[in-house]
């Protein structure tokens, strides 16, 4: 991912939170001007510390793989969840929460 596209993400996160730029500004310390650059990919860079304060004022994180690292079953797990479909999550939790499956032995 690209930091065009980590603007791109952290554009639709601070929309779905309902926050201005204005708002993220005085809750990250990083100028609004640098928010709109950051989101429109005009931003030639943006430092580690600026960017985790703006993911954290959107409640994103950022996370850190291999380069063709697989999805991880929680990745599968919030697919469902965003497209507000929690019926697999919920199935998966309750399964896990009965315990292992056992098959009782004839004697």
Same mark, same amino acid.
Do not use: C, W, Y
């Given at each position: 991912?690209?930091?065009?596209?980590?603007?791109?993400?952290?554009?639709? *996160?601070?929309?779905?939170?309902?926050? =201005?730029?204005?708002?993220?500004?005085?809750?990250? #310390?990083?100028?609004?001007?640098?928010?709109?650059?950051?989101? =429109? $990919?005009?931003?030639?860079?943006? #430092?580690?510390?600026?960017?985790?304060?703006?993911?954290? *004022?959107?409640?994103?994180?950022?996370?850190?793989?291999?380069?063709?690292?697989?999805?991880?079953?929680?990745?599968?797990?919030?697919?469902?969840?965003?497209? #507000?479909?929690?019926?697999?999550?919920?199935?998966?939790?309750?399964?896990? *929460?009965? $315990?292992?499956?056992? =098959?009782?032995?004839?004697?």
């Amino acid at each position: 991912m690209n930091l065009a596209e980590l603007g791109e993400a952290f554009r639709s *996160a601070r929309m779905a939170a309902d926050l =201005t730029q204005q708002q993220v500004a005085e809750m990250s #310390g990083v100028a609004r001007g640098r928010i709109s650059m950051f989101e =429109t $990919g005009a931003l030639p860079e943006i #430092g580690a510390v600026k960017m985790l304060s703006l993911f954290d *004022a959107v409640g994103l994180e950022l996370i850190v793989r291999p380069p063709g690292h697989q999805r991880t079953l929680d990745d599968v797990l919030a697919e469902p969840a965003e497209a #507000g479909d929690t019926s697999m999550r919920q199935r998966v939790r309750k399964r896990s *929460a009965r $315990g292992p499956k056992t =098959t009782k032995r004839q004697p």
